[in-house]
């Protein structure tokens, strides 16, 4: 059965001749051309939502690529290409963050990586993030976003480069101060599988892995 909207638009689409014996279709306003069916599973408008939603469920790259008959290849650079219009989340001021570390490892395992992220302790959206070598000038660069916008409080674990990044009357350290964020660190080695503890998947480099990452917490399905 062929096409019946745009998909780009979703406005009414005419017959637009033959390729290889199959029907293309374009559309009367926007003018994108599209064919009724893809021999090519890559070529599939909606196969980037189904690559989203099977990272999201924890499935890996090589999985991806099995499940959705398409190559490995064509995973990793559909999520970089995502990844690249990924805005991060507006963040406003006189607000309350929650400010952890998440370690990982990227190629081999003596290659500590991390994930440093800030927590909206009211909504519970992660607002900014930061994958690389627990560093100050790592820490510093998602401790400078909060701090920017004014906010009203920031909590964090005991490490101790926080006290020299963060002004001692918005830096709190209290018990239970990061249950939050530690229960998101859970769900992300839940999630994702190549932040599992104990597992054979993993980030064969850092920027792979903020791609990954920024998608599991930014990346909004695009409506079919």
Not at 5 to 16: D, H, L, R
């Amino acid at each position: 059965m062929g096409a019946s909207s745009c998909n780009n638009c979703k406005a009414p689409i005419i017959k637009y001749g033959l390729v290889n014996g199959r029907q293309r279709y374009r559309c009367k306003s926007c003018k994108h051309t599209q064919m009724g069916f893809y021999k090519n599973n890559a070529c599939n408008p909606f196969i980037s939502n189904n690559i989203i939603m099977l990272l999201k469920e924890g499935c890996g790259i090589r999985g991806i690529a099995r499940l959705l008959k398409i190559s490995p290849h064509t995973v990793i650079q559909r999520i970089k290409t995502i990844t690249s219009n990924i805005k991060k989340p507006t963040i406003f001021t006189n607000k309350t963050y929650k400010l952890d570390e998440l370690k990982t490892y990227v190629k081999v395992k003596s290659k500590e990586c991390w994930l440093i992220y800030a927590l909206d302790k009211q909504i519970g959206q992660v607002v900014d993030l930061k994958v690389g070598v627990r560093t100050k000038t790592n820490l510093k660069k998602v401790t400078d976003t909060l701090l920017l916008s004014d906010c009203k409080s920031i909590y964090t674990d005991g490490l101790g480069l926080y006290g020299q990044l963060i002004p001692g009357k918005t830096h709190k350290v209290k018990r239970y101060g990061t249950n939050k964020i530690e229960r998101m660190n859970l769900s992300l080695r839940t999630h994702l599988e190549r932040l599992n503890r104990k597992t054979i998947c993993f980030s064969k480099s850092a920027s792979m892995l903020e791609a990954c990452v920024k998608v599991y917490f930014w990346h909004r399905l695009i409506p079919c």
